[in-house]
């Protein structure tokens, strides 16, 4: 069973860095797109940045610059280093990945959600 599994999160201070991990672990048998999306109190869950099969990443707008989304250890894990925090980043954010498990076709697997709060 895959299963995704993240760290780092918790209280930021404004213009402070944190990074997030996320691994995906258990029978994967191969990765497609894997990335971040965040959901702000009271908003919809959005996109903010991905990483492609041939290592293209893509970032929203308002994270530019600021974000950097990396791959570890293979395909299987990707981090986002996240500087220059704004009270607006506060958030939940959640890892996706589009995965294949043990050879069966593609689904998009999630982990539970880290909490990002940026104090001002």
């Known amino acids: 069973q895959v299963r995704l599994v993240e760290s780092g999160g918790g209280t930021v201070q404004a213009g402070g860095s944190a990074t997030l991990s996320c691994v995906a672990s258990g029978s994967v048998s191969d990765v497609n797109a894997m990335g971040w999306y965040r959901q702000r109190s009271g908003q919809q869950r959005e996109l903010i940045a991905s990483?492609?099969?041939?290592?293209?990443?893509n970032y929203v707008e308002s994270v530019k610059g600021r974000f950097t989304l990396s791959r570890e250890n293979g395909k299987t894990s990707v981090s986002l280093h996240m500087s220059s925090l704004e009270p607006e980043d506060t958030a939940v954010y959640y890892c996706f990945g589009i995965l294949s498990d043990a050879g069966a076709s593609w689904d998009t697997y999630w982990g539970p959600g880290t909490q990002v709060t940026v104090s001002s």
């Open positions: 990483i492609t099969p041939g290592e293209r990443k």
